[in-house]
Nanobody, 124 residues
Framework: QVQLVESGGGLVQAGDSLRLSCVAS????????MGWFRQAPGKEREFVAV????????RYGDSVKGRFTISRDGAKNTITLQMNSLKPEETAVYFC?????????????????WGQGTQVTVSS
C-alpha cells in the first residue's frame, strides 16, 4: 500500500514558478515509478511528467517540456515537480501517482495509487 500526499499548490501569476511535492508512505516506494498528472475543470486528465523508480529516466508531456522538471528523493520518499514559466491554461488540480515497476508510464490507467491533488491557479 502506498499513500501519496501532494503539497505546494497555490495562486501565482503567469510566468511565475511553483514547486510541487509529493510525499509517499510505504516501504515499497522505491519500486514504483512516480508520475504527475493534472486535470482542469471540464477537461480530461492530462499527463505531465513521470520518473522511474531509479530516477534515471524521465518523460514529459509535450506542453511542459523544457519548463517542468520532475525529480525524486528516495531517502525522503518524495518526488517534486518544479514548474517554471507557468501559463494560465495550466490552472488545474495536480495529482501525483504511483505505478508499480520501473517503466515510465504516460497514461493514467497503469497507476495504482493516486494522491488527493493540489490546486494550481495561474492568473493572467
Amino acid at each position: 500500500q502506498v499513500q501519496l500526499v501532494e503539497s505546494g499548490g497555490g495562486l501565482v501569476q503567469a510566468g511565475d514558478s511553483l514547486r510541487l511535492s509529493c510525499v509517499a508512505s510505504g516501504r515499497a516506494f522505491r519500486t514504483y515509478s512516480m508520475g504527475w498528472f493534472r486535470q482542469a475543470p471540464g477537461k480530461e486528465r492530462e499527463f505531465v511528467a513521470v520518473i522511474n523508480w531509479s530516477g534515471g529516466r524521465t518523460r514529459y508531456g509535450d506542453s511542459v517540456k523544457g519548463r517542468f522538471t520532475i525529480s525524486r528523493d528516495g531517502a525522503k520518499n518524495t518526488i517534486t515537480l518544479q514548474m517554471n514559466s507557468l501559463k494560465p491554461e495550466e490552472t488545474a488540480v495536480y495529482f501525483c501517482a504511483a505505478a508499480y515497476g520501473d517503466a515510465v508510464v504516460t497514461s493514467g490507467g497503469p497507476y495504482d495509487y493516486w494522491g488527493q491533488g493540489t490546486q494550481v491557479t495561474v492568473s493572467s
